[in-house]
């Protein structure tokens, strides 16, 4: 028997003015399961999510695709269907939770509202909550203000509002970034299971593959507003099947690496819309590249082990 995707995003297209910000992005993520939607800075994830939850900026245009929640059709629901879901089924948390809490709100309250019920109705729910997240002594901390709390503890309480209402899909963005690395590693753990025991199927987006290696199931690459390569998260990392997953792995720190050794780095830039040309947007960053590279856009193509690459050359990576 399968079971229904969640979240189905195809083929979503997005501009601003006459640039291609996204560009054909589509990616689904099953219940329980957690996609990490990983690339640099620039290259179209933290827009998508936005897209995904229709939170987009006023100068940001669909230009094309769809998604579907549930397998229902969100893409032209009215803005006030809309507001009924967020928070309900589908959540979103940031990376600054500090700043994404009310200075003026107790963390109750903050949950209650999630929930959109008066925390006397909900107390609770709401102690019960908390300790899933992992605070300890809720009974004391559910009456306290955010600047009361740690960064990882605020985290905590961000995804305890993001998954009171247990809904189908959590878009989660760069939620560990501010964080220090013990705790990070902490929250993603406590990411991993809530979204296990609710079958709460998680976009993660993130640039570290450190963080995808630690949570997701599965990969989408992203470049300069396009897929590059998707696939499990097991076989991207045993054998990435495009230039930027393999220079992107590259690039992470190992214990096995020798003292002050220097980390790959990804030379050049990720190419702004303006400067989109009609061949692959990597083809300057990348030592495959050659013509065909430069004059065509490389399709994704499957590669017959579960996954898809955008890459001409993909056969020749070793
Ligand atoms: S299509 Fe060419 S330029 Fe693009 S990633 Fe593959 S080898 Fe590199």
Do not use: W
Request: charged share 20%; with cysteine.
């Amino acid at each position: 028997m399968t079971t229904e995707p969640a979240l189905i995003v195809e083929n979503l297209s997005l501009a601003l003015g006459r640039a291609n910000l996204v560009d054909g992005v589509g990616f689904s993520v099953a219940p329980g399961e957690v996609l990490a939607l990983v690339g640099e800075s620039g290259c179209g994830k933290s827009v998508t999510a936005q897209a995904i939850m229709r939170l987009l900026a006023p100068v940001i245009r669909q230009t094309g695709g769809r998604v579907l929640l549930a397998g229902q059709d969100i893409t032209a629901l009215p803005e006030r269907a809309m507001r009924a879901l967020r928070g309900q089924a589908m959540s979103m948390i940031f990376q600054e939770p500090q700043a994404a809490l009310d200075p003026l709100a107790t963390v109750g309250t903050h949950i209650a509202e999630a929930l959109r019920r008066p925390l006397r109705d909900v107390r609770d729910q709401v102690l019960q909550m908390l300790a899933e997240v992992g605070i300890s002594d809720p009974a004391r901390r559910i009456d306290q203000y955010p600047f009361e709390l740690s960064g990882g503890m605020c985290q905590r309480v961000m995804i305890a509002c993001a998954l009171i209402s247990r809904p189908a899909v959590l878009l989660a963005d760069e939620p560990t970034t501010a964080l220090d690395v013990t705790i990070q590693a902490q929250i993603l753990d406590l990411l991993r299971r809530l979204a296990a025991e609710r079958r709460t199927a998680v976009v993660l987006i993130t640039h570290d593959m450190g963080v995808v290696a630690d949570i997701a199931d599965r990969v989408a690459v992203m470049y300069a507003g396009r897929i590059a390569e998707t696939g499990p998260t097991a076989q991207i990392f045993a054998r990435p099947r495009h230039p930027y997953t393999s220079l992107l792995l590259a690039s992470i720190p190992r214990l096995t690496d020798a003292p002050k050794s220097a980390l790959a780095v990804i030379e050049g830039r990720v190419p702004t819309p303006a400067e989109f040309g009609p061949g692959c947007r990597f083809a300057s960053r990348c030592p495959l590249a050659d013509d065909t590279c430069r004059a065509a856009t490389p399709p994704l193509r499957d590669m017959g082990d579960g996954r898809l690459s955008a890459c001409f050359h993909a056969e020749q990576l070793p």
